[in-house]
């Protein structure tokens, strides 16, 4: 199983930019899908984005689309999420997630970091 760190997240204001990190170690990390969820205080937790084991191909929530961009560096055993346009409903914690498929479902998805917190004042 493939282990998953977080980092980037922090406090900032609405308009804002924020760059998230997911550092994967354990097992071969380019094989995976990779994807981005985040979960609200009191919500469900919501994917926001997914990309495929080459960076080729990547999948966003509609609500996203636009203002969030995904990658991967596989050399580097990361996984990016680049947040512009902030807005206060984005607060949440934000998960990276790996798995076998491409998949907006959260539970298709094996192996998870413990998350960080992004917060957007308005």
């Known amino acids: 199983q493939v282990q998953l760190v977080e980092s980037g997240g922090g406090l900032v204001q609405a308009g804002g930019s924020l760059r998230l990190s997911c550092a994967a170690s354990?097992?071969?990390?380019?094989?995976?899908?990779m994807g981005w969820f985040r979960q609200a205080p009191g919500k469900e937790r919501e994917f926001v984005a997914a990309?495929?084991?080459?960076?080729?191909?990547?999948y966003y929530a509609d609500s996203m689309k636009g203002r969030f961009t995904i990658s991967r560096d596989n050399a580097k055993n990361t996984m990016y999420l680049q947040m512009n346009s902030l807005k206060p409903e984005d607060t949440a914690v934000y998960y990276c997630?790996?798995?076998?498929?491409?998949?907006?479902?959260?539970?298709?998805?094996?192996?998870w970091g413990q998350g960080t917190q992004v917060t957007v004042s308005s």
């Open positions: 997630a790996a798995g076998p498929k491409m998949t907006t479902r959260g539970t298709d998805f094996g192996s």
């Open positions: 990309i495929s084991w080459s960076g080729s191909s990547t």
């Open positions: 354990g097992r071969t990390f380019s094989s995976d899908i």
